[in-house]
């Protein structure tokens, strides 16, 4: 492979900065028209539980045994909301048409840090499938934990609402996406059209490509002829 010249490599880009830019532009246009056509909304709806005292307690207070207990239950109930035994118990009541694989993938499940608050997110093309979903999920679960444990220890924080806006669509970050992938692509297809260009624009070409030593130059006089008249 013959060493590429930065200088010149360089100097081959800034020549070609008109045909960067078009590159960029139609990669970002298509991008943008597969946002607006092709590109289908999904909606996100979540609902948030949280782990409080046991009702077999003696006194209304949560103990700090309580939440020992909880904080070492978080992880377990997280798995459990993924379940079979829940996610059947969902599309049953629901009447749904998935099965619990796919269903199971619609459903996000996350523990909020140093604290006894889990979030059960449901992404669907249907914003209120995705509503209803989220809601009979949170009910299901804390049912079937109070059997699994016979504990009364999850209570639902907030329910899930409607959302009017998709959680897929985000212009501002999806265009900065496709600016960067038409910058990538723009140096690599400019890049391949420097690297396999054989033509000799210079001196320094031939000396390059042929091995040989340059004793003189024809200047061009008519660039300097046009150059006068005007």
């Given amino acids: 492979m013959e060493e590429l010249d930065i200088r010149d490599l360089l100097s ?24 607006v056509f092709l590109q289908q909304p999904k909606y996100t709806s979540k609902t948030s539980i949280i782990l409080t005292g046991f009702s077999n307690n003696e006194t209304s207070t949560i103990t700090q045994s309580d939440l020992t207990v909880n904080s070492k239950l978080v992880s377990t109930y997280q798995e459990i909301v993924k379940s079979r035994r829940v996610l059947n118990q969902v599309i049953e009541n629901l009447k749904l048409e998935y099965d619990v694989s796919s269903l199971a993938k619609m459903i996000s499940v996350d523990s909020v840090k140093d604290t006894e608050i889990i979030e059960i997110s449901v992404t669907d093309l249907d914003a209120r499938k995705a509503y209803l979903i989220a809601n009979e999920v949170a009910e299901v679960f804390g049912t079937e934990a109070k059997e699994l444990y016979n ?24 265009v900065i996406i496709y ?21 000799i624009k210079s001196v320094s070409d031939v000396e390059r490509r042929l091995g040989l030593t340059i004793l003189g130059s024809v200047p061009d006089y008519s660039k300097k002829k046009k150059g006068a008249k005007k």
């Fill in 151 to 174: 504990l009364s220890n999850v209570s639902i924080l907030d329910s899930a609402e409607i959302e009017d806006f998709p959680s897929n669509y985000n212009i501002t970050k999806q």
């Fill in 179 to 199: 600016i960067g992938v038409g910058v990538i692509i723009a140096f690599f297809l400019l890049f391949v059209f420097y690297y396999f260009d054989t033509t």
């Fill in 12 to 35: 081959y880009f800034f020549s070609k900065s008109v045909q960067f830019l078009a590159i960029v532009a139609f990669v970002v246009t298509l991008g943008c028209l597969y946002s």
